[in-house]
């Protein structure tokens, strides 16, 4: 008579404890629940637990640290460094609580699995935490490329190339270009920096911000950079300031205006605080709100001079 192999028991997800490690800087799931008998365990740490992340030994993408020896500028100098590693170890850990059946089954005994509801969401969460890390290596190759382009051109090398300036119509009156080029542009740069001093001042001042529908909630989940919004899409990192009007300026004039159709292109300076909108443009490429105007309207345009 052949014998069955019993049924895997359900695993509940208040079973699987994720916490930090501090003594290692480590990230670790462990199961808590009473119904697992434990025979082997991860050396150094208690019966339990079957997954542990290295902060420390967490590797940066292999694209971005070629991207890095290339243009001779480390990854660690980055603003978003910290938070790809900690994007990556998340995503690591997400993909360890959807395979934590088979994981445990390496550690203890008997066989568990997941019910087909949980599996879905939690593969839903492994996606969302891959998606997390890809957004956070683009942003930081655009700042790896940006911070060589605000360096000055060593003698007899040749200069970065140029990016090609938008087509635009003739009513827009706006025209923010490449970082290379506003290196060279005095009247680009101080118009720049007069657009950054006006967000800090609405930052400061708590400027009351209409922000496009679940912009709000969607930057909360964003690490600190400058987004553009068309519409009600999601919003799309930008490399700095410049780059994200430019690019929302050029998206806004190659729209035309339909009758019913009031979509705006929104660039927004988000600081995991407090987000400020610096400019939204109209179809056509027409400039319908400035940050500095807002801050006239509120009586307060000397202090963002």
Known sequence: MAITEPK????????IRRRQDRGTNSTVLEYTGRVLRFHERVYGFPDGVFLVVS?????????????????????????????LKMAAVDALIAEGIVKAPQMLADFAEPSVMWQAWDSRELERRHVVAIARVVELEALAARELRLRVAMLPTSAGAPPPPEAPKPAVEPEVVEIFVAAT???????AQATLAKVQAAVAQARESE????????????????????YVIRGADAPSVRGGLAEAMQDAEAAAASMRKVAGDDIEVTVIDW???????VRRYGA??????????????????????
Request: net charge neutral.
């Open 8 to 15: 895997p028991r359900a695993l509940s997800r208040l079973d």
């Open 55 to 83: 902060h420390d030994e967490m590797p940066y993408p292999p694209s971005l640290r070629a991207l890095s020896e290339d243009l001779g500028v480390p990854i660690e100098a980055l603003s978003v460094a910290k938070d």
């Open 181 to 187: 080029e506003r290196q060279a542009d005095p009247a």
């Open 207 to 226: 400027l009351a911000q209409r922000l496009p529908n679940g912009a709000r909630r969607a930057l909360q989940k964003l690490v600190r950079a400058h």
């Open 271 to 277: 600081d995991g605080e407090w987000p400020v909108v």
């Open 284 to 305: 056509g490429g027409r400039t319908v709100y400035r940050v500095e105007d807002a801050l006239k309207r509120a009586g307060i345009e000397e202090k963002a001079a």
